[in-house]
Protein backbone atom coordinates (compact mmCIF):
# COMPACT_ATOMS: atom_id res chain seq x y z
CA UNK A 1 0.00 0.00 0.00
CA UNK A 2 1.16 3.72 -0.47
CA UNK A 3 1.82 6.06 2.18
CA UNK A 4 0.79 9.91 1.40
CA UNK A 5 2.24 12.81 3.58
CA UNK A 6 0.92 16.17 2.47
CA UNK A 7 3.23 19.77 2.80
CA UNK A 8 3.33 23.20 1.24
CA UNK A 9 0.37 24.48 3.18
CA UNK A 10 0.52 28.02 5.51
CA UNK A 11 -0.64 31.34 6.15
CA UNK A 12 -0.80 33.62 2.80
CA UNK A 13 -3.00 37.01 1.64
CA UNK A 14 -5.59 36.94 -0.34
CA UNK A 15 -4.55 36.94 -4.27
CA UNK A 16 -1.57 34.63 -2.83
CA UNK A 17 -0.18 31.73 -4.05
CA UNK A 18 0.62 28.10 -2.45
CA UNK A 19 1.96 24.48 -4.07
CA UNK A 20 0.88 21.84 -2.12
CA UNK A 21 2.64 18.45 -2.33
CA UNK A 22 1.75 14.70 -2.27
CA UNK A 23 4.56 12.46 -1.71
CA UNK A 24 3.87 9.20 -2.14
CA UNK A 25 6.25 6.17 -0.24
CA UNK A 26 5.99 2.54 -0.60
CA UNK A 27 4.22 1.94 -3.61
CA UNK A 28 4.12 4.50 -6.48
CA UNK A 29 1.89 7.15 -7.33
CA UNK A 30 1.27 6.06 -10.80
CA UNK A 31 -0.53 2.81 -9.59
CA UNK A 32 -3.56 5.24 -8.32
CA UNK A 33 -5.84 7.64 -9.14
CA UNK A 34 -5.16 10.54 -7.04
CA UNK A 35 -7.11 13.26 -5.51
CA UNK A 36 -7.24 16.51 -3.15
CA UNK A 37 -9.87 17.25 -0.94
CA UNK A 38 -10.34 20.14 1.67
CA UNK A 39 -12.47 20.43 4.78
CA UNK A 40 -12.97 23.48 6.83
CA UNK A 41 -14.07 23.85 9.96
CA UNK A 42 -17.58 22.90 10.61
CA UNK A 43 -18.16 21.66 6.83
CA UNK A 44 -18.32 18.54 4.96
CA UNK A 45 -15.48 17.73 3.44
CA UNK A 46 -14.82 18.43 -0.15
CA UNK A 47 -13.63 17.56 -3.24
CA UNK A 48 -11.55 20.03 -5.09
CA UNK A 49 -9.54 17.80 -8.00
CA UNK A 50 -8.49 15.17 -9.17
CA UNK A 51 -5.90 12.81 -11.82
CA UNK A 52 -6.57 9.40 -13.40
CA UNK A 53 -3.68 6.55 -13.29
CA UNK A 54 -3.12 8.03 -16.64
CA UNK A 55 -3.02 11.58 -15.82
CA UNK A 56 -3.95 12.43 -18.82
CA UNK A 57 -7.12 14.65 -17.99
CA UNK A 58 -7.73 16.83 -15.14
CA UNK A 59 -10.97 17.32 -12.69
CA UNK A 60 -11.89 20.43 -11.03
CA UNK A 61 -14.02 21.56 -8.80
CA UNK A 62 -16.69 24.50 -9.71
CA UNK A 63 -15.01 26.67 -7.16
CA UNK A 64 -11.42 26.26 -7.58
CA UNK A 65 -11.73 26.13 -11.86
CA UNK A 66 -9.08 28.51 -13.45
CA UNK A 67 -7.31 29.30 -10.05
CA UNK A 68 -6.07 25.88 -9.19
CA UNK A 69 -3.95 22.98 -10.86
CA UNK A 70 -3.20 18.83 -10.58
CA UNK A 71 -0.17 17.67 -11.62
CA UNK A 72 1.51 14.87 -11.43
CA UNK A 73 5.64 13.97 -11.05
CA UNK A 74 6.35 10.50 -11.83
CA UNK A 75 10.05 11.42 -11.07
CA UNK A 76 9.34 12.48 -7.55
CA UNK A 77 6.52 9.85 -6.53
CA UNK A 78 4.93 12.75 -5.93
CA UNK A 79 1.47 15.13 -6.94
CA UNK A 80 1.04 18.86 -6.45
CA UNK A 81 -1.70 21.19 -5.95
CA UNK A 82 -0.51 24.94 -7.76
CA UNK A 83 -3.21 27.24 -6.03
CA UNK A 84 -3.20 30.84 -7.58
CA UNK A 85 -5.32 33.85 -6.67
CA UNK A 86 -6.53 32.31 -3.31
CA UNK A 87 -9.59 33.47 -1.60
CA UNK A 88 -10.50 33.23 2.37
CA UNK A 89 -13.07 30.90 1.44
CA UNK A 90 -10.42 28.43 -0.11
CA UNK A 91 -8.98 28.21 4.23
CA UNK A 92 -9.33 24.64 4.92
CA UNK A 93 -6.85 21.56 5.78
CA UNK A 94 -6.01 20.29 2.83
CA UNK A 95 -6.24 16.45 2.23
CA UNK A 96 -4.61 14.12 -0.54
CA UNK A 97 -5.83 10.67 -1.41
CA UNK A 98 -5.29 8.01 -4.12
CA UNK A 99 -7.64 5.44 -5.11
CA UNK A 100 -6.24 1.44 -6.19
CA UNK A 101 -9.84 1.18 -7.61
CA UNK A 102 -10.54 2.76 -9.93
CA UNK A 103 -8.34 3.83 -13.36
CA UNK A 104 -10.35 7.10 -14.11
CA UNK A 105 -10.38 10.20 -10.94
CA UNK A 106 -13.57 10.20 -8.66
CA UNK A 107 -15.05 13.70 -7.05
CA UNK A 108 -16.23 11.23 -4.25
CA UNK A 109 -14.47 10.88 -1.42
CA UNK A 110 -15.59 7.45 -0.45
CA UNK A 111 -13.99 5.82 -3.19
CA UNK A 112 -11.12 6.93 -2.34
CA UNK A 113 -8.09 4.24 -0.14
CA UNK A 114 -5.56 5.85 1.49
CA UNK A 115 -5.56 9.59 2.79
CA UNK A 116 -2.34 11.69 4.09
CA UNK A 117 -2.47 13.82 7.65
CA UNK A 118 -4.06 17.02 6.15
CA UNK A 119 -2.05 20.51 5.31
CA UNK A 120 -3.26 23.47 6.59
CA UNK A 121 -3.92 26.68 4.34
CA UNK A 122 -5.36 29.48 5.80
CA UNK A 123 -5.83 32.45 3.77
CA UNK A 124 -6.81 36.23 5.29
CA UNK A 125 -8.20 39.03 3.74
Known amino acids: QVQLVESGGGLVQAGGSLRLSCAGS????????VGWFRQAPGKEREFVAAVPRSRSTIFNADSVQGRFTISGDNANNTVYLQMNNLKPEDTAVYYCAANSRQIGASRMSYEYDYWGQGTQVTVSS
Open 26 to 33: GRSLNQYA
